[in-house]
């Protein structure tokens, strides 16, 4: 886990953990453990997966802060898919698992490596982790460019739109239509939520009491900087 692969004790000459390092190795170990068993949970009970998915985004939501209070409150960054920036995680030592990222039956999986369309929680090893969600094992998408300071009801991840940003399916078995009517994220802030996807397939929200789509400019998110998994 987390603290197997940490070089904290090598860091301090050998001392070992500190009593707050220790903390947070298990606190994100407990993080671990649970998001599977949110995962388990959604592939045997479908109706609870949108619920599942919101928990597990909350989950990533968590490394991605760890990363940002180690990064000047920046969070990772990614150049053409959301992998790149979640793989980061990885690279941290904050988890050895995929599961996490999945969502049992989304369509993002299917080109899963080893066929299982899960991943298969290979990850390579340092420095760089290169086998850690390849395409094939990521469900969420994510927001590049933004730090821990940013307006905090902006959208930082959540459950992957179909191949067009920011437009989700009605068809569940294709790409975007997992969770469908519904739509899941957390905002820069922490803020986990399952929200509506309208007749025109977007997620929408209302910030200022008026109902707006969650992905255009006017909300404050750039539609560049939105980045699906690496299909």
Not at 126 to 131: H, I
């Amino acid at each position: 886990m987390w603290f197997a692969r940490s070089e904290c004790a090598a860091g301090q000459g050998g001392r070992g953990f500190t009593r707050i390092q220790l903390m947070v190795a298990l606190v994100l170990t407990g993080i671990v453990a649970a998001a599977g068993l949110l995962v388990l949970k959604s592939k045997f009970f479908p109706a609870g997966k949108k619920f599942a998915a919101n928990k597990s985004a909350k989950a990533i939501y968590t490394w991605l802060q760890a990363y940002a209070n180690e990064h000047d409150q920046e969070f990772p960054q990614a150049k053409d898919f959301s992998n790149e920036a979640f793989r980061q995680l990885f690279v941290m030592g904050y988890l050895d698992d995929e599961t996490t990222f999945a969502i049992p039956g989304d369509a993002w999986l299917n080109h899963a490596p080893g066929g299982r369309k899960m991943p298969d929680n290979r990850i390579g090893s340092a420095p760089d982790f290169a086998e850690a969600l390849q395409p094939g094992e990521c469900s969420y998408f994510y927001v590049t460019g933004l730090d821990a300071a940013d307006q905090s009801n902006l959208p930082l991840l959540g459950n992957a739109f179909s191949e067009t940003v920011g437009v989700y399916s009605k068809d569940k078995t294709k790409k975007g239509g997992i969770l469908y009517p519904k739509a899941v994220w957390v905002s820069v802030g922490g803020a986990a939520r399952i929200i509506d996807v309208g007749e025109d397939l977007r997620a929408r929200m209302a910030p200022d009491g008026k109902e707006t789509p969650l992905f255009p400019e006017s909300w404050g998110t750039k539609i560049k900087d939105v980045k699906n998994p690496a299909p």
